[in-house]
């Protein structure tokens, strides 16, 4: 059978296209083989691994779980099956993944690095940085591990040691540079800590053009136009109401790197708010109105006919509120920060119609410098190309105004430049919105002890800051799309 599978010549295009990251295009090859071979370990880690990359997270535990289950001997699934389970916030079997790995390979570097991300994660950092420093004594052979291990050593004092690390990875040639993606964003990130910007500026380009993907500008701009002709008053005016909808909800929208994780973590630190973090359920019912089979948000409900009768209203608002958790139903209110539920909002506004939205905006060069320096998991083909992040921009701006005109859902802007020049008259501002009273700990969110997952995890842990205001000066020779897009942004 494995003679086979390894005469197959779908498989080695496959593994072509996985290990280059066109994970979209390597799911269609590796089904059937799956299909032929149901208990290859290996096929189902590939695949897991692409439905990671895809952002389906649920059928990327799936996938690895069996991986696990046909060779229970091998740690690699262990490894991506708590990258997995931490993306959804199930942090137990997260580390119970991460242990079992390492009870199989006993300092194997990938596992240590995943703990080591963990621990940083759930903000244990004594703990990350001690094991941080043993595997550092130990050393270290591989690219990945070293961005997770050099992290912590730069937080306990570190940052001369942690740099040179990484680059001495980033610049060993027996490593392609698939193998360094996460190792340059990293180098990138310390470098402009200690101010040393134009060797920033290399290594974050560095890894954007070792991952960039096709992606259509004028597609992009001809989808928002198709959902702002679909999307009018009196089509959402057609649409019958739910029977029963969900009425404590709050969506925090935007683009990445806007200031959603800030916003949330301001109401979460209020003591009658339940906050929920990056959800896909809203992407979910627009998946399943349009009948496909995964979660991702490129799944757009652009059709208002799909919600034409009061059985298909009623399911999509039972869906939608069956997601939310138990604490979170007995919460006043309830958050979902998925920044790209930005597209969903007709969506939103049929299905549960008393829903609050918070709209976050940044200066527009820092919002796409922002998302070009992140190593973002799932499907952001646009960002890795300054021009193309300044088109999704302003297609972003044109739907979101559309949306104001439009729907009844209220929307408050909220302007990360004014949080920062005055945060307790903002965040005021933002908690009489969610329709609560004030609360005192909403001002020193940064000592709100909850777990958050996305790249802002470090900054939501600190007060208020200004650095990350007109950030873009700094690399100012090398944005010039972004200022040809946007001027100085204001």
Not at 53 to 76: F, H, M, W, Y
Request: proline share 7%; with cysteine; net charge neutral.
């Amino acid at each position: 059978m494995a003679t086979d599978l390894l005469s197959d010549p779908r498989l080695p295009r496959a593994h072509a296209l996985f290990e280059s990251g066109r994970f979209a295009e390597a799911v269609p090859l590796y089904e059937p083989l799956i299909q032929a071979f149901p208990k290859h370990w290996g096929l189902r880690y590939s695949m897991g691994c692409c439905m990671l990359g895809l952002g389906q997270v649920d059928r990327a535990i799936t996938e690895l779980k069996l991986a696990a289950t046909c060779n229970p001997k091998t740690p690699s699934p262990m490894i991506e099956l708590a990258r997995a389970y931490s993306l959804k916030e199930q942090y137990a079997p997260a580390r119970m993944a991460i242990e079992r790995a390492l009870a199989l390979r006993p300092d194997w570097e990938p596992a240590v690095a995943s703990k080591v991300d963990l621990l940083a994660m759930l903000g244990k950092d004594d703990e990350a940085i001690a094991l941080a420093r043993a595997q550092f004594a130990r050393g270290l052979t591989e690219p990945n591990a070293a961005a997770s291990i050099a992290a912590p050593l730069a937080k306990a004092g570190q940052r001369a040691e942690a740099i040179a690390l990484l680059q001495r990875f980033a610049d060993d040639p027996k490593f392609p540079e698939s193998q360094k993606v996460g190792l340059l964003y990293a180098l990138g990130k310390m470098l402009d800590k200690v101010q040393r910007y134009d060797e920033a500026w290399a290594a974050y380009q560095r890894a954007n053009e070792s991952v960039r993907k096709p992606f259509d500008v004028q597609e992009h701009s001809a989808f928002i136009d198709r959902m702002i002709n679909a999307w009018t008053p009196d089509a959402l005016a057609a649409l019958p109401k739910p029977s029963k909808p969900a009425d404590n909800l709050i969506f925090i929208v935007g683009m990445p790197r806007s200031g959603t994780s800030l916003a949330e973590q301001i109401l979460a630190s209020h003591p009658q708010l339940e906050a929920g973090g990056e959800r896909d359920h809203l992407a979910k019912v627009s998946s399943e109105l349009l009948g496909v089979p995964d979660t991702s948000q490129t799944y757009v409900l652009a059709n208002p006919a799909r919600l034409n009768d009061q059985d298909s209203v009623d399911r999509a608002a039972r869906s939608l509120a069956s997601s939310i958790p138990p604490k979170a139903r007995r919460a006043a209110r309830f958050t979902d920060k998925m920044p790209g539920n930005w597209r969903h909002l007709a969506l939103l506004q049929t299905i549960a119609p008393n829903a609050r939205v918070i709209w976050c905006r940044r200066n527009p060069i820092d919002t796409c410098l922002s998302c070009y320096f992140q190593n973002f998991y799932g499907p952001h083909p646009w960002r890795n190309t300054l021009a193309h992040s300044a088109a999704v921009f302003k297609d972003h701006e044109r739907m979101m105004r559309h949306w104001q005109r439009t729907l009844s859902l209220p929307i408050m802007e909220l302007v990360y430049e004014d949080m920062v020049r005055d945060q307790e008259a903002q965040s005021r501002r933002l908690v009489e919105f969610a329709g609560l009273e004030w609360d005192d700990a909403c001002l020193s969110f940064h000592q709100t002890d909850r777990v958050v997952r996305t790249s802002s995890n470090e900054q939501v842990r600190q007060p208020m800051y200004t650095s990350s205001v007109k950030r873009w000066k700094n690399y100012e020779k090398h944005v010039g799309p972004l200022i040809e897009a946007f001027g100085d942004g204001d």
